[in-house]
């Protein structure tokens, strides 16, 4: 085992289930301890351990994923006042949240690499921590995905806008046009038997339903700035076509290709599964196998983790065995 440490904050509610996922991943293929924490806040003197000069040295090292810009200070948390790591790098996920840069990130030493998840917000965490900040964009487990027959024509998941909002107005109206619909999938108790439903539908799904933040906003998404999420990637790993509206992010442009989303032009359900319809007629399997081809080249989050690995020095027998088997997988499936 590595002397390495996965530091992850789980913010609570089933919507960060792929971050918790992307922590397990982590810390097996790197080889190291995963400790994970629960978000209770962090307090005035623990924050303030921040101000402090970091003490450098020992023998681990240390990486944090951050689900938001404030649970970089859980490594507050996990480094006692007297204990050092040699390197601590630190991946923040919803780093479009500039506006919630926390204290311990401004340019102080604390961390020797930050890693966001845009292009887009390169620039303004690189104005805060300097020039430690790296882009690494959202991803997903390719190698766990196993192709299943495409049943479903449309697949909902997670929040949608108003006119989606109704599985079973959906459902009847998709009925109408010879298309089969699935609600979300069901809840329960534990992120990882939440997302086991999660996976299933999106490996039966010719087409996912989401829709960018600019077309639907909500209390919890951001009110200006565009952003991938889990959605996409995942739908993709899975080789279903994502349909709806695309975000206009710097990572969307880079990692999203021609096939893998299908534009509904707005959020009016009728015009949206009358587009949906003309899409499925034309559907092909080869059209889900492409898609999970790219997603291997392009999503998986081994190919971030290699930079990890390399930032920190890690020697990662693990990741290096399961990266040539992503590249195995995919030069032989693209050759039949």
Known sequence: MNNVDILFTHP????????????????????GRLLEYKDTGYSAALVGRGLLPRLRGGARRAVVIAPSPAHLNVIL????LRSRYEAVSAWVIDSFWWERIPRIAKKRGRFDYVYVTDDGDQGHWSGVAGDIVKVLPWGTDTLSVRPRPKTVDLQRLGRQPEDWEDDLATKSESLVR???????????????????????????????????????????????REYLTARWVDSLAHGAV??????????????????????????????????????????????????RIEAQKRLDWRHRLKV????????????ERELAELDDESESASLQ
Do not use: C
Request: no cysteine.
């Open 77 to 80: 948390e996990a480094m006692p």
């Open 308 to 319: 990890i690995s390399h930032d920190l020095g890690l020697e990662a027998p693990t990741l």
């Open 178 to 224: 010879g298309l089969v619909f699935e609600g979300r999938p069901p809840f329960e108790a534990t992120d990882l038997e939440s997302q086991i439903h999660v996976d299933l539908a999106l490996a039966r799904a010719k087409f996912v339903l989401a829709f960018s933040n600019r077309v639907h906003d909500t209390g919890y998404t951001h009110p200006e």
């Open 242 to 291: 994502v349909a709806g509206v695309a975000p206009r992010s710097a990572a969307a442009k880079s990692l999203l290709w021609d096939a893998a989303t299908l534009d509904l032009g707005g959020t009016n359900r009728t015009e949206g599964l009358a587009r949906l319809a003309e899409a499925v007629a034309v559907w092909t399997p080869s059209i889900a196998e492409r898609n």
């Open 12 to 31: 609570g509610g089933r919507g960060w289930a792929p971050v918790a996922r992307l922590a397990r991943l982590a810390s097996r293929v790197l080889e």
